[in-house]
């Protein structure tokens, strides 16, 4: 199998958080590849013309005629190291949140932090007459709002949860959520303000959606809805809607699974009990939030 082959295989396959470390790169890889076409063919334009249309801008009037780089700018970098530090602490903390939520959740805190940082950056650069003489020359790209969202909602999901830090020794996930807000959203706000502006807008979301669900509510639930339906609409070859009845049976095409997708489906729903189960052993039943009592209930129905 050649390395091609590997890659499409693992993103095919992988997790929620691989296909966004994945996402990530290949943004920034065909960013690369267009910016050495470009010096080759002494067209030093071609880049930043393709960043352009990936940045979202802060003025209105540009936005209204690039309404989608809301979404690509948070998968969009131009330098190696603002790339590299984003795909670590998404890693990390990806790997954490993943330990106890579902991948879905994930992919909808990633998203809407960096929906909230874009809107954030935006309005105030709109409002504030501080950003009057730069709000129609800037843009932002990168995903530091959805990392930040990421790191906020598990912090807030799992404020002692103990991580083993090397010179630190054992700190506890809310307090280096904090010190990594402080560092990176505040300190030095006149450096790169729109950028930490964003991180203040993706900090805010996490902080949301990580106490609803400590509540037993997911505000991502409407994304994931869409996601759903644009999946199911350019899945390469979808299957169409064909029942058959027989012997008061009916059988649907749409709802045939590859042996893999069935068997990756069901680990990660047993993983979904377990976790459930274990939390049942240390707190209770009543330590249990809405969703996972939901969750409980629908695979003890099956059981019967």
């Given at each position: 199998m050649g390395i091609w082959d590997e890659i499409k295989g693992s993103f095919r396959h992988g997790t929620a958080l691989t296909r966004l470390m994945y996402i990530n790169g290949a943004v920034f890889l065909v960013i690369k590849i267009i910016e050495v076409i470009g010096v080759l063919t002494a067209s030093p334009g071609l880049a930043p013309a393709v960043i352009s249309n990936l940045a979202v801008p802060a003025s209105l009037s540009v936005l209204a005629f690039k309404p989608w780089t809301i979404f690509t700018y948070m998968f969009t970098h131009q330098g190696f190291i603002h790339l590299l530090f984003n795909l670590l602490w998404l890693w990390w903390f990806g790997k954490i949140f993943l330990s106890y939520l579902d991948q879905r959740k994930l992919v909808s805190i990633y998203i809407m932090g960096g929906l909230a940082g874009a809107l954030l950056y935006i309005a105030v650069f709109n409002i504030f007459p501080a950003f009057a003489g730069a709000v129609n020359?800037?843009?932002?790209i990168g995903a530091s709002a959805s990392v930040m969202a990421l790191?906020?909602?598990?912090?807030?999901?799992?404020?002692?949860?103990?991580?083993?830090?090397l010179f630190f020794g054992r700190v506890k996930l809310k307090y280096l959520a904090l010190v990594t807000f402080l560092i990176t959203s505040v300190f030095d706000f006149s450096v790169n303000t729109g950028g930490k502006i964003a991180h203040i807008g993706g900090a805010l979301m996490g902080l949301a959606y990580g106490q609803g669900l400590k509540n037993g509510r997911d505000f991502g639930a409407w994304l994931n809805m869409i996601?759903?339906?644009?999946?199911?609409?350019?899945?390469?070859?979808?299957?169409?809607k064909v029942k058959y009845k027989k012997?008061?049976?009916?059988?649907?095409?749409?709802?045939?699974?590859?042996?893999?997708?069935?068997?990756?489906?069901?680990?990660?729903?047993?993983?979904?009990?377990?976790?459930?189960?274990d939390k049942i052993s240390k707190g209770g039943y009543d330590s249990l939030t809405k969703e996972e009592k939901a969750i409980l209930f629908s695979e003890s129905q099956k059981k019967r």
């Open positions: 020359v800037s843009v932002a790191v906020i909602s598990t912090a807030v999901y799992l404020p002692d949860l103990e991580l083993h830090l996601i759903d339906f644009f999946v199911t609409l350019f899945k390469p070859g979808r299957r169409l012997a008061g049976a009916t059988f649907d095409a749409r709802k045939m699974k590859t042996d893999h997708e069935y068997n990756a489906a069901k680990a990660e729903r047993q993983k979904e009990i377990d976790y459930i189960l």
